[in-house]
């Protein structure tokens, strides 16, 4: 009934982009993916597979599962499981039917008899659901934070928190009263930041990673070079934001200085904007840049655009909740030899 083949990521263009739906997450796309996966190759140039089930009568491709291996090949992970790329999941040729995608993923892990390293992947996904739990030595949930956007901004407004309500005109009438004014901007549709802000916006976000998650190599003149050498240069997710048209950022400056930034990618029926990159800056911690940039680019959905849903992504930091963030989850697993 089914064949499952390997084959070239170029290949797949046509065919991969062919099976896109309007809300597929931009983390699946081709055109994001084509970064990705040139990532992979940059670094490990024999390591990618792109595993496609096909119809043993006609040869059509209904499923592609784009994998990479291991460097010592002990096991597969999926290609969009790294850093920037927030879901990893297969993609279905259209009007398949629930069942027939269920058949396919069963057939897919039968004949995936390797282990594999299954992350980021939807937990209401048909994949998730046909990984075989009898060889999974490992799972956990991990939360993400999506936010609804209503028919209108004041509507918006009235269901967050009477406190949250307040901290938001705390935060507006302290910058008034100390006399300081912000600019808030938005880049999208193939309007891009200049080269100068850009640079700015990517120093000031891998300073904060290394601070957040590597605070030992903090004061290393050579580490904050080297991660800023490849977020401003080798990082995909830099990378397809300048060149893809789906990119989105929105950036809150104060003179010449970012107070804070959130960037992302929409779907292609533009409802749906999910980020990836978020920082602020610490030297106005003073004035809440975070809540600033929150309310400014929820304001700004609800006024110029159609994007129903504002996905903040992985993490379930409490600025999330304040500003009407709803749980979802993505599943990892560890799938072991059959």
């Given at each position: 009934?089914?064949?499952?083949?390997?084959?070239?990521?170029?290949?797949?263009?046509?065919?991969?982009?062919?099976?896109?739906?309007?809300?597929?997450?931009?983390?699946?796309?081709?055109?994001?993916?084509?970064?990705?996966?040139?990532?992979?190759?940059?670094?490990?140039?024999?390591?990618?597979?792109?595993?496609?089930?096909?119809?043993?009568?006609?040869?059509?491709?209904?499923?592609?599962?784009?994998?990479?291996?291991?460097?010592?090949?002990?096991?597969?992970?999926?290609?969009?499981?790294?850093?920037?790329?927030?879901?990893?999941?297969?993609?279905?040729?259209?009007?398949?039917?629930?069942?027939?995608?269920?058949?396919?993923?069963?057939?897919?892990?039968?004949?995936?008899?390797?282990?594999?390293?299954?992350?980021?992947?939807?937990?209401?996904?048909?994949?998730?659901?046909?990984?075989?739990?009898?060889?999974?030595?490992?799972?956990?949930?991990?939360?993400?934070?999506?936010?609804?956007?209503?028919?209108?901004?004041?509507?918006?407004?009235?269901?967050?928190?009477?406190?949250?309500?307040?901290?938001?005109?705390?935060?507006?009438?302290?910058?008034?009263?100390?006399?300081?004014?912000?600019?808030?901007?938005?880049?999208?549709?193939?309007?891009?930041?200049?080269?100068?802000?850009?640079?700015?916006?990517?120093?000031?976000?891998?300073?904060?990673?290394?601070?957040?998650?590597?605070?030992?190599?903090?004061?290393?003149?050579?580490?904050?070079?080297?991660?800023?050498?490849?977020?401003?240069?080798?990082?995909?997710?830099?990378?397809?934001?300048?060149?893809?048209?789906?990119?989105?950022?929105?950036?809150?400056?104060?003179?010449?200085?970012?107070?804070?930034?959130?960037?992302?990618?929409?779907?292609?029926?533009?409802?749906t904007v999910a980020m990836?990159?978020?920082?602020?800056?610490?030297?106005?911690?003073?004035?809440?840049?975070?809540?600033?940039?929150?309310?400014?680019?929820?304001?700004?959905?609800?006024?110029?655009?159609?994007?129903?849903v504002l996905d903040m992504?992985?993490?379930?930091?409490?600025?999330?909740?304040?500003?009407g963030g709803e749980l979802?989850?993505?599943?990892?697993?560890?799938?072991?030899?059959?």
């Amino acid at each position: 009934m089914y064949q499952l083949k390997r084959y070239s990521f170029k290949y797949l263009e046509k065919i991969w982009k062919s099976m896109e739906t309007p809300q597929m997450s931009p983390f699946l796309h081709y055109d994001y993916m084509r970064y990705v996966h040139q990532s992979v190759v940059f670094f490990k140039p024999f390591y990618t597979r792109v595993f496609c089930v096909l119809s043993q009568d006609s040869g059509e491709v209904l499923m592609i599962c784009p994998m990479k291996l291991r460097v010592d090949f002990k096991y597969y992970t999926l290609l969009g499981d790294m850093q920037g790329c927030d879901i990893a999941d297969m993609i279905w040729k259209k009007d398949l039917s629930e069942i027939e995608k269920k058949n396919i993923a069963d057939f897919f892990f039968a004949e995936m008899t390797s282990k594999m390293y299954l992350n980021r992947v939807p937990a209401d996904s048909v994949f998730a659901a046909a990984v075989p739990m009898d060889r999974v030595s490992y799972t956990r949930d991990v939360g993400y934070v999506s936010i609804a956007m209503e028919n209108s901004f004041e509507e918006y407004l009235q269901r967050l928190s009477k406190n949250m309500r307040h901290q938001i005109n705390k935060t507006y009438n302290r910058l008034e009263r100390e006399g300081v004014e912000f600019d808030f901007h938005i880049y999208e549709n193939g309007n891009l930041p200049s080269k100068d802000l850009e640079k700015k916006i990517n120093r000031m976000y891998v300073d904060r990673l290394i601070s957040r998650y590597n605070p030992e190599r903090e004061g290393s003149f050579f580490w904050k070079m080297y991660y800023r050498t490849v977020f401003q240069y080798l990082k995909h997710d830099t990378r397809s934001f300048r060149r893809l048209p789906n990119s989105f950022m929105a950036v809150v400056m104060s003179g010449s200085e970012v107070m804070a930034f959130v960037s992302g990618f929409k779907t292609h029926d533009k409802k749906t904007v999910a980020m990836t990159r978020l920082a602020i800056n610490d030297n106005f911690d003073r004035y809440s840049p975070g809540r600033i940039l929150m309310k400014e680019l929820i304001e700004y959905l609800h006024n110029n655009t159609s994007i129903k849903v504002l996905d903040m992504s992985r993490g379930d930091e409490r600025y999330k909740f304040d500003f009407g963030g709803e749980l979802y989850y993505i599943k990892d697993f560890v799938v072991e030899k059959s």
